[in-house]
T-cell receptor, first 114, second 108 residues
């Protein structure tokens, strides 16, 4: 199993540009989520999904869109990037039906918006 | 929503020392995890521990759910233990709340 994978690892955008951060998992987990981590801070939940076709907002959803068309993929879209979105983005997945409900993280995408 | 507080925020140790990190949470939970974020930014699962005690090598964790806290013990610390330690509460509805972390620096 590759676990949770994210692409790209690094990205630099100009203000106003759009892009999609990719996230995929091969563990057949129903739950997937996106977090952002700003310097010296913990992780804040952006959006999450409990299954294909179902998404919901987390703590800091503004400026981000998500969709979940398959169990495996959960892309995060920035429609018009702003400097305030400079951060490290982590994708995670969990098995909601499993005994432990343990959450697993991808390696992260470091995004800089100029 | 649920509040998660970690202490201390920063900890500096000499190699070989022991330490205890604490995680307090504001509501009863049935799903708590400890993570280590290494200096390269990678988040590593340490323990899934909604209650009781678990041990893995030099690390162990205890959660007392009725008193709403969890402790992470690091014994005989090594420089590779440096990084940030997070606890996270995962709700059955799907949302997760992280504490702000404890930054551990182990000096040789």
């Amino acid at each position: 199993n590759a676990g949770v994978t994210q692409t790209p690892k690094f990205q630099v955008l100009k203000t106003g540009q759009s892009m999609t951060l990719q996230c995929a998992q091969d563990m057949n987990h129903e739950y997937m989520s996106w977090y952002r981590q700003d310097p010296g801070m913990g992780l804040r939940l952006i959006h999450y999904s409990v299954g294909a076709g179902i998404t919901d907002q987390g703590e800091v959803p503004n400026g981000y869109n998500v969709s979940r068309s398959t169990t495996e993929d959960f892309p995060l879209r920035l429609l018009s990037a702003a400097p305030s979105q400079t951060s490290v983005y982590f994708c995670a997945s969990r098995d909601l039906r499993g005994a432990t409900n343990e959450q697993f993280f991808g390696p992260g995408t470091r995004l800089t918006v100029l | 929503g649920i509040q998660v507080e970690q202490s201390p925020p920063d900890l500096i140790l000499q190699e070989g020392a022991n330490s205890t990190l604490r995680c307090n949470f504001s509501d009863s939970v049935n799903n708590l995890q400890w993570f280590h974020q290494n200096p390269w930014g990678q988040l590593i699962n340490l323990f899934y521990i909604p209650s009781g005690t678990k041990q893995n090598g030099r690390l162990s964790a205890t959660t007392v759910a009725t008193e709403r806290y969890s402790l992470l013990y690091i014994s005989s610390s090594q420089t590779t233990d440096s990084g940030v330690y997070f606890c996270a509460i995962n709700t059955n509805a799907g949302k997760s709340t992280f504490g702000d972390g404890t930054t551990l620096t182990v000096k040789p």
